[in-house]
């Protein structure tokens, strides 16, 4: 596709069960970005990939947040033993490269995670 | 600490020029001043940026006052559509800070 194709676009999960998000960035874009969206509050940066380098994780709230990427293609973020806290829309970002680079990024549509 | 500023909400007229101000006092001589805006239950769409000279696509303006310290950016002619949070990030364009949002401005169009 020509754009940051997330999925699913809505999930709802009960209290204590792990979920896994997908992210599938544009072809041929190194980087990658995830955020996480509470209702009515701002985009908070969770984790950042680029290329094979070491991921830089210093956004991930807690033990359970952790995501993966192969290469640099898709990437899933999982959430182990889901709060309700942890409900929010969980968008995915990815750009052409890193380095001093006046790029820009392209988001996906997110999910929308619900726990219950 | 917030690289930028911005105020919380802004109203315009349906046709009228959109002017949102930013001001990024202590940006440095290599971070560009990025826009971003987010329609509601959209995920966030890049607007434009700039260095130091204005800039000017399809979607808007960007002009940066010669100090860098300051820029506005201008939508020509609003339209009900372009109701959103429109985000000023001020970045070297790249890396794990390369995005970092602050809280933005609520415009909204009126009729």
């Known amino acids: 596709g020509a754009g940051v194709s997330q999925s699913p676009s809505n999930k709802v999960t009960e209290k204590g069960k792990d979920v896994e998000l997908r992210c599938d960035p544009i072809s041929g874009h190194t980087a990658l970005y995830w955020y996480r969206q509470r209702l009515g509050q701002g985009l908070e940066f969770l984790i950042y990939f680029q290329g094979n380098s070491a991921p830089d994780k210093s956004g991930l709230p807690s033990d359970r947040f952790s995501a993966e990427r192969t290469g640099e293609s898709v990437s899933t973020l999982t959430i182990q033993r889901t709060q309700q806290e942890d409900s929010a829309v969980y968008l995915c970002?990815?750009?052409?490269?890193?380095?001093?680079?006046?790029?820009?990024?392209?988001f996906g549509q997110g999910t929308r995670l619900t726990v219950v | 600490d917030a690289k930028t500023t911005q105020p919380p909400s802004m109203d315009c007229a349906e046709g009228r020029a959109a002017n949102l101000p930013c001001n990024h006092s202590t940006i440095s001589g290599n971070e560009y001043v990025y826009w971003y805006r987010q329609i509601h239950s959209q995920g966030p769409q890049y607007i434009i940026h700039?260095?130091?000279n204005n800039e000017t696509n399809e979607m808007a303006s960007l002009i940066i006052t010669e100090d860098r310290k300051s820029s506005t950016l201008i939508l020509p002619h609003a339209t009900l559509r372009d109701t959103a949070v429109y985000y000023c990030?001020?970045?070297?364009?790249?890396?794990?800070?390369?995005?970092?949002f602050g809280k933005g401005t609520h415009l909204i169009i009126q009729p």
């Open positions: 970002a990815s750009s052409l490269g890193d380095l001093i680079m006046n790029t820009e990024a392209f």
């Open positions: 990030i001020v970045s070297l364009g790249g890396g794990a800070d390369g995005l970092t």
């Open positions: 700039g260095l130091k």
